[in-house]
């Protein structure tokens, strides 16, 4: 069974949203650490308390993604004016709730942006039968990113 069905059209997933502490250091690690492209920088007013829970009216947004594959999907880094509560502590382990998310991109060469930058952290690394390699990072905001190598030169 599809998503939705032939009258409303196809479903897909248009964008995940990272709160972040340091817009700066977050563009850092999604653009020139892993190589995403701003697609949009826009400040928001809404009613973001009764949306979201938030202390004022105001967002800034940020869309990255790759401009060239529309179907690629988004990461939208979000700051709300007024500040935001601090990140729980991460799990040790992994527990219910959002857990990663996922990139296709050449590995070696992204590990070594982010290790030049100094972000990222110390990656978890594995090869998978068929040698599909496979690391682990973190974003400034503690978000915990898959990169999967897509074997492109």
């Given at each position: 069974m599809r998503g939705l069905d032939a009258k409303r059209g196809a479903m897909k997933i248009h964008h995940t949203a990272v709160c972040t502490w340091d817009m700066d250091t977050s563009l850092r690690f999604w653009q020139d650490g892993l190589g995403f492209v701003q697609k949009m920088d826009t400040s928001f007013d809404g009613d973001w308390p009764t949306l979201f829970g938030a202390r004022q009216q105001r967002?800034?947004?940020?869309f990255l993604g790759?401009?060239?594959i529309e179907e690629?999907?988004?990461v939208e880094l979000v700051e709300f004016s007024g500040g935001m509560a601090d990140a729980p502590t991460p799990p040790s382990e992994p527990a219910i709730g959002f857990f990663l998310v996922?990139?296709?991109l050449q590995i070696e060469p992204t590990l070594a942006r982010l290790a030049s930058l100094s972000l990222g952290g110390t990656p978890a690394r594995i090869s998978l039968?068929?040698?599909v390699q496979m690391?682990?990072?973190h974003d400034p905001n503690g978000v915990t990113v898959e990169l999967i190598d897509?074997?492109?030169g």
């Open positions: 967002l800034r947004s940020i790759d401009p060239d690629s999907g988004i996922s990139v296709y039968e068929g040698g690391a682990v990072v897509h074997g492109e």
